[in-house]
């Protein structure tokens, strides 16, 4: 659809409107992104409703201090709106998930003549279950319930002493609407293990059938997901969608147009999406407490019924798997070369090229087979019990027993289809190499003092085909925007590993940051290279004089035990100074560190990867940036080194095409926590001589900002 000249008028007075009611001024890079968005929407051709042109999408780098939300809505908005298409717009963080709904969009909106409604969408799991709250409290307060023992789906209880006042606080404020049953809108984190009591998934929500459905969070958050312009998803939910078929949660992608922030994470998320992975010894167990669930569900079903027979299958087909999987640990564990270390109670082994061995491999399809069989008298049972919601029906199952039972029944189904994801994984075939990589293939055996287990994992390599075959080829249009999607200047790693179609158009909008007067990268003499034995005791004398004088520092290291071993030996001489990641949660630690600013003392931050990107510390709070070692992957990655196997089967160089590029990324994003704002100075450090020593170090400082250089020689 052409971009007619009333869409072309609202987007050029969107902007000025905003531009003139937050009193700020038009940024070069901002106006090129919106331009590029626009004219992509306006190439894309239809045919009643539906997409003619070829698949494509629009890639748009963007620095911090762009402002590519705005940039992204206001080129967007009008143009999904005269197409009739939903606007799903998916971030990588809750954290950005939230302050799209909470600020950008009603900030546009204020200041802006645009019409548009928006509402959040997250996934289930994020959402408190009143019926699981309700039986917690119960069977806390009754320990021979009627309903099915939560303990048996959860495990031991490793909640702390006072968790039912914790669970009657939560009852009391979903009741009094203080709080909308949203996990991250509650005041604190709450631990993985708790929440799991008090939510549900898909398998076990009983949907309209629910006693507490008119009040339920999640229904509740969804109920405008249909009228709305604007879906504010996230990643995970967009793929979680994608998996059922598309359509299922969120709008059909043949009737949306996608923008995803926060692109870069997108393939990494895809292939975590399609992993899968089967603990041995803890699915022996998970088996046992299958059979204590049916055991105490028989009474309640009547004998010879079609539930009771399910029943008796599920116990048959329960003892098939479990026998099968006994005979898989011991294969695995007497014919895989595991080299344990003093270090880690864990040791990996990797199938080279995701090949198998004869043996294993018949096991694995007799595990396939006798879990398709588990899979499927479960799904009968979970039938039968939902045939018990229907009110127009007489059903053999009472609506207690149902409501009672259904959800159970629903999580141990959902997870025999988890375990089948795996075993179907490990016996697809393949024909040798090809366009793309075969599947990365491992196992991993680990030990603790009470016991140990063997996991089995499948993963896809590359995401290309996965997001190629269920996103961009079917999407009305998609824009993917981040600030890190060139690595060493080029698309090319992107395109590979996103699977972005042949006529996805690319952009690299230009910073407004005069980087040469903002900022330093300084390269410093060393007398170890990271590889060397003495390069730790190294950071520990040079650092004392390379943050001496700063009032703000952040110190990034691709290890902790590196982390915690400089740590240890510097914080005695530096009483108060240093903050590590690891002292206290990501918003205390920032908090502590800010607060020490504020009071006019310095302070010191250590982390590693997850603090190179996505820590915002602006103006004061910031000043140098010290990276102590570049970014290279850990070599022990099994979907890495499935891809490097895969790429030098075909004659490349795995180091240069895949190592380097990724490094890439990571450094820009770490020396991307220096400068937030046009007001920002200071400086970054690499105390990682390979970056002028090595041939590839050239190509690593070239992909960083136009810093001013100061290197040592």
Known sequence: MPLNDDIKQQIQQSYRDVLSGKGVRARYGQRLMIAEIARYMGDITENDGQRTSPAAVCVVEAGTGTGKTLAYLIAAIPVAKALGKTLVISTATVALQDQIVQKDLPDLKAHSKLDFTWTLAKGRGRYLCMSRLESRLHDEGNGDSDTMPLFLLDGPGTEEPGTRAFFEE??????????????????????????????????????????????????????????????????????????????????????????????????????????????????????????????????????????????????????????????????????????????????????????????????ASESRIATANLVRHLGNLADELQGAFDERKQHEIDRDTAEAWYPVIGAFHSRSEDQLRLWTAWTEQFDGPGKSPPPARWSVRQRWDHGEDITLFSSPVLADNLLYSRLWSRAYGAVLTSATLTALGRFDRLQARAGLPEASRMLVVPSSFRYGEMATVEVPAMDCMPTDDGFADELIKRLPAVWAGETATLVLFTSRRQMHQVRDALAPEYPGLIITQDDMSRGEVLRQHRQQVDDGRPSVLFGVASFAEGIDLPGKYLHHVVITRLPFSVPDNPIEAGLAEWITQRGGNPFMEITVPDASIKLVQAVGRLLRTEEDTGRVTILDRRIVARRYGQLLLDSLPPFRRIIER
């Open 170 to 363: 939560m009852l009391a404020s979903y009741g009094s609407r203080k709080w909308d049953g949203d996990r991250d809108h509650w005041p604190e984190q709450i631990p993985d293990d708790v929440w799991r009591q008090v939510t549900t998934d898909h398998r076990q929500c009983t949907n309209r059938h629910c006693s507490y459905f008119d009040s339920c969070a999640f229904f509740d958050a969804r109920k405008d997901l249909d009228d709305v312009d604007i879906v504010v998803a996230n990643h995970d939910l967009v793929l979680a969608d994608l998996a059922l078929g598309g359509g299922a949660i969120l709008p059909e992608p043949e009737n949306a147009l996608f923008i995803f922030d926060e692109g870069h994470h997108l393939p990494d998320k895809a292939l975590n999406h399609f992993a899968a992975s089967v603990p041995l010894n803890s699915t022996r167990q998970w088996l046992k407490q299958l059979s204590q669930a049916l055991t105490k569900m028989q009474p309640y079903l009547a004998p010879a019924t079609p539930a009771a027979k399910s029943i008796d299958r599920i116990s048959t087909a329960s003892r098939d798997v479990d026998l099968v999987l006994a005979r898989v640990y011991e294969e695995t564990e007497q014919n895989t070369g595991w080299e344990f270390n003093e270090e880690r109670r864990s040791a990996q082994w990797r199938y080279p090229e995701g090949e198998l061995p004869e043996a294993l491999a018949e096991l």
